[in-house]
């Protein structure tokens, strides 16, 4: 995810200063001016003026078995580091991609463009009332990225960083490999904690059960493991009146409580044991949220538009499994998926196919390849499908008054072309080893939607099984790609960058914990992705998009799934809102971070 930049930045007045203050600490973007200037008064999305006090209990599907956010083992407490973490700099929600004061409260980029130096705000306090320090930032960078406990995604998000340097206690530098595009902006997300939070000679292991030490407006207040967990907001919040966190945060606590499944914390919604919830399976949507509550406005459900890139929902085709490796056998499994049958029958209509990597987004490729792409494309023909070269690779259209047996028909030729053959009614190889796959999944929602996909899959000789897991069996299996294929998200942000490598490069596919999910190592491949860590504006950005689009879509690593333009949310009726709602947001986080508790009502007299 390309970061966001200061207008000095964006400007190329590299001057490195003296002071900073943030008052007028300019904001970064990559490729655009920032919308908000120096000195801004706060985001356009929240109410400065929202009052402080209340409570917001929401929902966790599963448990926890650690208050660790940053390593790779263990199954995650759902709030701890974005509640009780600060990054170096603030996203806004309003842009495609613009940082903005917080920790650091300035920094300039090298002439040469391969360092980059921050400005520590010299108010900027953990929550055990220490200063951060430029110490406490190179400790975290270097423990995120060299810890073999923690998450490999940020080794490979910051691969680029060859080493973080203390120039004094407010000033820190990162050195660069190489030249990099958004390098500058995406270490503005490094979250800090304090050095004192891991004991001299431990590790991210050793403090499993030791909530971090971090700068955050909220403490961990008490927890149940694996089944609560709350948080209550620090009054002494160092960064409550900037502009980047001014009107935000407004509740006294914050409450996760954890579901061992999707019907029990639906039921446990409508029976008013948390607040918020932002439904994602349709049939719900639908059906259950309705009744009296809803009638008469105690509960309130709205469809609230977005504009975040969708990226891409699949099924994803583990390619360490030898059955994927032919691309045709890939194609034959996306054909074979009806999602017309199950967009009118199981999702009531909501949802529309997803065709890119980059769907609802002008990421996504479209039409003939424009010159830009051809200039990145073009080297690489002969290590590619001629499909790339033509209109973007699209998932088939079922006609729901005939069916897909057109489809199926397809899938079967292809099978064919790859070597495998029918016996018994079953299809397999030269061999005579049978094709059957495994579809891994902790929700039972996915077994309804998979089973139209192995009705289909059976009428041309493949055995799909179903099996379900809890999520945290689900976890370790996705870290280890113990699986064939499951549900994944290539989630994309407006402004792509490092994040491609961890989904698609060979490096990320021999890394466990990797969200290279698909297994994928091309070297065609590889060599894109080195365009999202070299580029001159949005131009060559979108360019580079487009191209990787093209080349994944013609691949077949995943038979897409669907999105929707909007949220689907719920809330008891107890809370206010800002009346501007940001462009790209996450509704749980837009209700942490803006809304309010409506004043309690008075008792009458």
Not at 144 to 160: C, V
Not at 580 to 601: G, M, R
């Amino acid at each position: 995810m390309a970061t966001r930049g200061w207008r000095r930045l964006a400007a190329g007045l590299l001057t490195l200063l003296c002071a900073w203050p943030v008052a007028a600490a300019p904001g970064v973007a990559l490729g655009y001016t920032p919308k908000y200037p120096p000195g801004f008064a706060h985001f356009d999305y929240v109410n400065p003026a929202a009052p402080k006090g209340g409570q917001l209990v929401l929902p966790a599907v599963g448990g926890f078995d650690t208050l660790n956010p940053f390593t790779l083992k263990g199954d995650k407490e759902a709030g701890i580091g974005a509640l009780t973490v600060e990054t170096l700099m603030a996203q806004s929600e309003d842009e495609p991609f613009s940082m903005y004061g917080l920790i650091a409260d300035d920094a300039a980029l090298a002439p040469d463009g391969r360092s980059v130096t921050f400005h520590l705000n010299p108010k900027a306090r953990f929550q055990n009332g220490e200063r951060v320090t430029a110490d406490d930032v190179v400790f975290s960078f270097d423990t995120l990225t060299r810890d073999r406990a923690a998450s490999p995604n940020y080794r490979f998000y910051w691969a680029d960083v060859s080493r973080a340097v203390v120039l004094d206690s407010s000033q820190v530098r990162f050195d660069f490999k190489r030249k990099n595009a958004e390098l500058h902006m995406i270490l503005g997300q490094l979250p800090v904690f304090a050095r004192s939070w891991i004991p001299k000679g431990k590790t991210l292991a050793d403090v499993a059960t030791r909530a971090p030490i971090g700068s955050g407006p909220f403490r961990l207040a008490g927890y149940d493991l694996g089944k609560r967990s709350e948080f209550a907001r620090d009054p002494h919040y160092w960064a409550a009146d900037l502009p980047s966190r001014r009107g935000m945060y407004n509740f006294d606590r914050i409450v996760f409580r954890y579901y061992q499944d999707e019907t029990a914390r639906l039921e446990a919604f409508k029976a008013g044991e948390f607040d918020l919830s932002a439904e994602n399976v349709a049939k719900n949507w639908a059906r259950s949220y309705r009744g009296s509550k809803f009638d008469d406005g105690l509960i309130v459900k709205k469809l609230l538009p977005h504009g975040n890139s969708a990226g891409m929902q699949g099924f994803v085709l583990n390619l360490r499994n030898p059955l994927f490796r032919d691309r045709r056998v890939r194609q034959a499994l996306v054909l074979s998926f009806d999602f017309e049958w199950v967009n009118k029958q199981l999702f009531y209509g909501q949802y529309r196919r997803s065709p890119s990597y980059f769907t609802n987004s002008e990421l996504a490729a479209s039409g003939l390849p424009t010159p830009d792409e051809l200039a990145l494309l073009e080297p690489l023909r002969k290590q590619l499908p001629p499909e790339v070269f033509g209109q973007p690779v699209s998932p088939p259209v079922t006609d729901l008054a005939i069916g897909n047996r057109a489809q199926l028909k397809a899938a079967r030729r292809l099978l064919f072309e790859a070597g495998w053959r029918y016996e018994g009614g079953r299809l397999v190889d030269k061999d005579g080893r049978p094709f059957g796959i495994e579809f891994l999944s902790f929700s039972r929602t996915y077994e309804r939607i998979v089973a139209k996909w192995q009705k289909d899959l059976a009428k041309i000789g493949i055995t799909l099984t179903v099996r379900i897991v809890d999520p945290a069996i689900y976890q370790r299996r996705l870290n280890d790609f113990a699986y064939d294929t499951t549900v994944v998200v290539y989630g994309a942000s407006q402004s792509p960058g490092n994040e491609q490598l961890n989904f698609h490069s060979c490096a990320a596919a021999k890394t466990p914990g990797s969200n290279n999910w698909a297994g994928l190592c091309d070297p065609a491949v590889d060599a894109l992705l080195q365009n999202f860590l070299h580029f001159d504006d949005r131009r060559q950005l979108v360019a580079a998009s487009r191209a990787l689009d093209r080349v994944l879509r013609a691949g077949f690593y995943v038979v897409p799934n669907w999105s929707i333009p909007y949220h689907r949310v719920a809330w008891w009726n107890r809370f206010d809102q800002p009346a501007t709602l940001p462009k790209f947001y996450d509704p749980t986080s837009w209700a942490i971070e803006t809304w309010w508790a409506k004043p309690a009502a008075k008792p009458e007299p």
